[in-house]
């Protein structure tokens, strides 16, 4: 049996830890930083826990969701009319949706310190849903997992570490060949890294 942790409970876990690795001293005076990114909402009952924005303290932001892949990409690669953006989660979240309004992609990207969620390859993992098979291919950022989700469709999972961080990017798209879904996460995956 799995039990949910709580926001609250999350909360304060993060400022534990931030505690512990940035070192917290003992006075009157009110805390530096007072706002923390609320986690995303959505019913994700029995999935495990995604990287969320990065709690306060980190000078590095996790990149914008929506500047990972542009739409005329997005056209190229799955070969379809104009598609355009609809960021989410105060850039946590992007949709990509066609001229009839459906979703034909979503990025959520994530990052939180590697004591908390492993390395890469944890993470990635950990960000893949579904029950079905997951299988991790190498060659994309720290490390990739591709997946297949019921709910959400066909997914790629990367993440990459960055000091002691770890950024998670998913892309799903509702049905999508394994080629091009690849083909996405290298553009996403390129653009995570590149300066800036």
Do not use: K, W
């Not at 070192?23 to 990114?37: I, K, Q, W």
């Not at 909402?41 to 929506?66: L, Q």
């Amino acid at each position: 049996m799995t039990a949910r942790v709580g926001p609250a409970a999350t909360l304060v876990g993060v400022v534990g830890l931030a505690c512990l690795l940035g070192g917290c001293e003992d006075s009157d005076e009110p805390p530096r930083h007072a706002a923390v990114s609320a986690p995303a909402p959505g019913d994700n009952a029995g999935a495990p826990p995604r990287p969320t924005p990065s709690p306060v303290g980190n000078s590095i932001s996790p990149a914008d969701s929506c500047d990972l892949l542009s739409p005329t990409r997005v056209e190229e690669v799955l070969a379809i009319g104009p598609v355009h953006t609809r960021p989410a989660d105060a850039g946590r979240t992007c949709e990509y949706v066609d001229a009839g309004g459906r979703r034909v992609l979503t990025v959520t990207v994530g990052q939180l310190p590697q004591a908390m969620v492993g390395g890469p390859l944890d993470t990635a993992r950990s960000t893949a849903t579904g029950p079905g098979p997951h299988e991790v291919l190498p060659g994309i950022s720290d490390a990739a997992v591709v997946y297949r989700d019921p709910a959400r469709g066909d997914g790629i999972a990367f993440a990459r570490a960055r000091g002691d961080l770890v950024t998670s990017v998913d892309i799903t798209i509702p049905v999508v060949d394994r080629e091009r879904l690849v083909a996405l996460a290298r553009t996403a995956a390129a653009a995570l890294d590149a300066p800036g």
